[in-house]
């Protein structure tokens, strides 16, 4: 079993920064790509930004010079920086990553963590 735990969220002013952590545990021989997307009410969760083991990353048009993303292959954990925030990127965030559960188990298993809330007030 494999687990995704995100912490970070919370209520910011417009223009503040928030940082989002997630960190993987449980059967894990080894993690692929890592990513964070984010959800509204009654909209598709959207991609927010992705990252290879290598440290190619990967961002929506929205955050683009805005965000950062980063991991810590050693550890299992994804972070992303999140600065010059605007009311729009008020969302449930969730940490998404590919595992490898087993060195006998080629198949990846997608993992989602349980999400957490960001709230930027005007």
């Known amino acids: 079993q494999v687990q995704l735990v995100e912490s970070g969220g919370g209520l910011v002013q417009t223009g503040g920064s928030l940082r989002l952590s997630c960190v993987a545990s449980?059967?894990?021989?080894?993690?692929?790509?890592m990513g964070w997307y984010r959800q509204t009410p009654g909209n598709q969760r959207e991609l927010v930004a992705s990252?290879?083991?290598?440290?190619?990353?990967d961002y929506a048009d929205s955050v683009k010079g805005r965000f950062t993303i980063s991991r810590d292959n050693a550890k299992n954990t994804v972070s992303l920086q999140m600065n010059s925030l605007k009311p729009e990127d008020t969302a449930v965030y969730y940490c998404?990553?590919?595992?490898?559960?087993?060195?006998?188990?080629?198949?990846?298993?997608?993992?989602w963590g349980q999400g957490t809330l960001v709230t930027v007030s005007s």
């Open positions: 990252i290879t083991t290598g440290g190619r990353s």
């Open positions: 449980g059967s894990i021989f080894s993690v692929d790509n």
């Open positions: 998404n990553a590919f595992v490898r559960a087993s060195v006998n188990i080629m198949k990846l298993l997608e993992v």
